[in-house]
């Protein structure tokens, strides 16, 4: 072989590598950018540029309650190239929140958990859950006023289940909610054990759980199949049934149908797509924190509450549930959206729908009017509850269990599985039903969280605007 035309030996590397994650070959519907948005990809380099990013900070970083935010202050401020490392640092963690829910929405609505993929699903389960919990772990080290009332807020709502137990007189001998939130922070208060514990789940523990569930992920999409596509995506080929002569017209009709191979290589065209993703994450992510500062307020001060004091944007859906009972906002609410996502691919068997984006013309259309139905129903809630208040502003003395089950947001849940019941009753299919209700709570959840993000201000009181807040 001529020296020229010999693979050079970072080719065989790259190949090596790229062939241990992908197929040596693919089907064109599934490289089909509408077909994944790229957004799995997105999800990998964001994880790589974190890890990236986050070594560098490890450097200088001190998980001290004395030191921790003097290191981030040098990082920033006497450090070269500190500040920047920092905000791509930042950037990138709230990216992957988003591209991860991004990527529910797409594997969602294409049928891509049906056709044997519950596993896999429930393997990208774990990994949004791990990733949000990165984020909020991340979200307590620079140790300044926005991370420690953030990270209290977060911890009371770990506690959640005290609401019941209280009610039920058992907190003293039953109290798992106050059992959760010391696992989580190591006291009753934040303070070093938190510091360390959540230190030592951000850099060690949630990226190595991560890194072997994508590990395991990836090699989910090849054991089964490459990504769910729409059935007749392959072509019958010029001569349908090869092989021997079937020896009666009856075996030939049902002899299996040869179909033609469509599949196409992946190397290098799928290397190519992916560093061109790998660099447009990284393009944007430069321009944002050149731009944009990470905030870093004054050191944290046990002494002095933030008010209001909020949770990271992506728990503030819940920190409004919270707001109306703790017990159905904190634990009841979201184990309940848990267990429907997990029980999914099990209850839904429709694989006709399988890699379809909206499985077809009528669950465009109920997907559609389920999002109406939700902003409807959410938005006359939110509004009784905010002009007017709720049964213990209305009625003295209203029991708290009273409270716990009858609030906004169950009154919210139970519009949306009554709706999706009646989707089911109508249309007679486990596919739209599920539509229904996921499209229902992606609503819910994009309008309580803009709600605690924009609209609450001191004492979680309703503003239109934050200038009107009152001085304090
Ligand atoms: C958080 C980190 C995650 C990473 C890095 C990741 C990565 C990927 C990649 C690279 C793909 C193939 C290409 C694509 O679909 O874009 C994929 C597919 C898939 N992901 Fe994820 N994913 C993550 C989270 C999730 C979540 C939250 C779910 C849903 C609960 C999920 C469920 C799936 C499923 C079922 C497939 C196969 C889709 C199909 O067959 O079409 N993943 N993921």
New binding site residues.
Partial sequence: MPADDRPSRLKKITQNFFFHIHSPVAHPESLKPTT?F????I??CL?LILLVTGLLLMLYYTPSVERAYASVKDIVFVIKGGRYIRNLHRWAGHGMVIA?LL??L??FY?G??LKR?AL??NI??A??II?LLLSFSGYLLPWDQLAFWAVTIGSNIAASMRELTDVLGLTAVFDPGGLVKRLLIGDETVGQPALSRFYMLHVILLPLTLLVL?GW??WR?RK?GG??RPAGTEVRSGHPRAGPPARSIKAEKEAPIKTKDLRVTTWPTVLWAELALLAACCAVLMALAFFFDAPLREQANPMLPENPAKSPWYFLGIQELVSYSAFTGGVLIPLLFLVF?VSLPFKDREDRYA?IWFSDAKGRRLSIYSGLYAFGLTSFLLFINIQFGWMSDWIAGVPRVVIIFFNPGTLIVTGYVLWSAVIRYRTGSDRHAAMALFTCAVVGFVLLTALGTWFRGPDWEFYWLKSWWPAH
């Fill in positions: 994944t790229g957004l799995g990809v999800l990998g994880f991860a990527h529910l797409r594997v294409t891509s958990y993929r896999n699903w990208g389960i990994m949004l990733t994508m992920h990836f999409i089964d990504l769910a996502l890699g």
